[in-house]
Every structure is written in C-alpha cells, then in structure tokens.
C-alpha cells in the first residue's frame, strides 16, 4: 500500500540522515582543536556521544541479512556483503571506530571527559572487539 511505501522510504531517509550524523560527529572528532570549546563540551559532557555510539558497534546496524544474504551498508545504500568483506569494516563502522578512537585519544578529549565507573565498563566492552584483523584496519 501507499502507507507501507511511505513507511519504507522514511526509513530509507531516516537511516541515512543517521549514517551522515557519525560522519559529520567522526569529523568534528578529528579536528577537535578547530572546533569551538562549547561543542566538544556539549558532544563529550551532555550528549556523552562516546557512550552513545558503543551500542552501535553490538547492534552493527549497517549490516542486515534479506532473505538468507547478508548485506552492508555503503555509500548510501545496501550491497550483498561477499565472504571476503565479512571481516572488513565498512565505512559506516570505520566512521563509529575512528569516532571513538578520536575521542579517546585526543589530548583535549581526554581532559575534558569525566570517567565514571559506568563510563569505564562501557568503554572497556569494546575490548571484546579488538583482534588483529580489527586493528590492522585502523590508520
């Protein structure tokens, strides 16, 4: 029906306009010392946006599986995923891990954010990720 289209394409639009969020977010955590003082503090104190893109990688919502195939999500829309891309992040991930990354490891980060136990558990779930074929991903 009609609605059911509707439906699918907000969808389509919704999860697109998120994909381009981590990437604007991935962005602005490479150029920290560019960006004023007021967002970082706004990204890393109220939004806590590090803890908010952890579940993503458990959830990993830019893969899928339709019908038996599994897809991934890239370049703005869905691919079937080859048994040779299984392990290869695609960009979507790349932007969540190098986000992360970036807010960890910057100095200015790392001054600004506040641990808590429940921020150090969060963050240390991330460890069952980390494997060689992880790492030798990262720049």
């Known amino acids: 029906t009609d609605e059911q289209r509707l439906d699918s394409q907000k969808l389509k639009i919704d999860f697109g306009c998120a994909m381009s969020a981590l990437t604007i977010l991935r962005f602005l955590s490479e150029n920290v010392p560019s960006v004023p003082l007021a967002v970082i503090s706004r990204l890393l104190s109220e939004q806590d946006v590090l803890l908010t893109v952890i579940p993503l990688l458990d959830s990993c919502p830019w893969r899928r599986s339709v019908k038996g195939k599994r897809e991934r999500y890239d370049d703005g829309r869905w691919k079937e995923e080859s048994a040779d891309d299984t392990h290869r992040l695609s960009k979507s991930e790349a ?34 990720y980390f494997n060689e074929i992880l790492i030798d991903q990262f720049p």
């Open 95 to 128: 932007q969540v891990w190098l986000l992360v990354h970036n807010l960890l490891l910057d100095p200015d980060c790392r001054r600004k954010y506040e641990w808590s136990e429940h921020r150090k558990a969060t963050v240390m779930r991330l460890s069952k």
